[in-house]
T-cell receptor, first 112, second 113 residues
Framework: SQQGEEDPQALSIQEGENATMNCSYK?????LQWYRQNSGRGLVHLIL?????REKHSGRLRVTLDTSKKSSSLLITASRAADTASYFC????????????FGTGTSLTVIP | KAGVTQTPRYLIKTRGQQVTLSCSPI?????VSWYQQTPGQGLQFLFE?????QRNKGNFPGRFSGRQFSNSRSEMNVSTLELGDSALYLC???WGRGADTQYFGPGTRLTVL
């Protein structure tokens, strides 16, 4: 399977703490994206990092990419109850368009 | 701008029937991708359409097909439905300039009885 795997599968933290999720994948990629999904609804795009980038920031989010280890991490700082959701990484493998393989997801619960 | 819209939101069919799902992308977006989400298999890529042509395809049987119209709206069809086709079907649109940020619709929940 080309799907990536997120680790941990589930994470429970207190509001205000940081949350770190990891994603490992198997094939060479062009880019990697992180998405959030609330309770089986549509996915919300968080951040895109290209294969020649090592780190990107967006607000309270920090994403790193290590192509030599085929892994990425998503850090959410100062978490809020509203961050409770499932988080997915998606690896982009196509040179010509959008063909993304999603990981298994990390379920994050932020306790108020 | 309006977001990605999908119709219908919920659908119940019986085995052997066929179904057509519709997706309207964000205005100006030319790429539409389709994904199937199930508890067991997670999110799986079905196919991507760009300028009315299928540009990328995942590993799904031929019962799953799609098309895109000149206004970038896309339809996905599943023929001879099986129980295992019960899933949330998500479409995503993007500008289409190579691999770029995708914006997802709310999905169509298909139940096959």
């Amino acid at each position: 399977s080309q799907q990536g795997e997120e680790d941990p599968q589930a994470l429970s933290i207190q509001e205000g703490e940081n949350a770190t999720m990891n994603c490992s994948y198997k094939t060479s990629i062009n880019n990697l994206q992180w998405y959030r999904q609330n309770s089986g609804r549509g996915l919300v795009h968080l951040i895109l990092i290209r294969s020649n980038e090592r780190e990107k920031h967006s607000g309270r989010l920090r994403v790193t990419l290590d192509t030599s280890k085929k892994s990425s991490s998503l850090l959410i700082t100062a978490s809020r109850a509203a961050d409770t959701a499932s988080y997915f990484c998606a690896t982009g493998v196509s040179n010509t368009g959008n063909q993304f393989y999603f990981g298994t997801g990390t379920s994050l619960t932020v306790i108020p | 701008k309006a977001g990605v819209t999908q119709t219908p939101r919920y659908l119940i069919k019986t085995r052997g029937q066929q179904v057509t799902l519709s997706c309207s992308p964000i205005s100006g977006h030319r790429s539409v991708s389709w994904y199937q989400q199930t508890p067991g298999q997670g999110l799986q890529f079905l196919f991507e359409y760009f300028s009315e042509t299928q540009r990328n395809k995942g590993n799904f049987p031929g019962r799953f097909s799609g098309r895109q119209f000149s206004n970038s709206r896309s339809e996905m069809n599943v023929s001879t439905l099986e129980l295992g086709d019960s899933a949330l079907y998500l479409c995503a649109s993007s500008w289409g300039r190579g691999a770029d940020t995708q914006y997802f619709g709310p999905g169509t929940r298909l139940t096959v009885l």
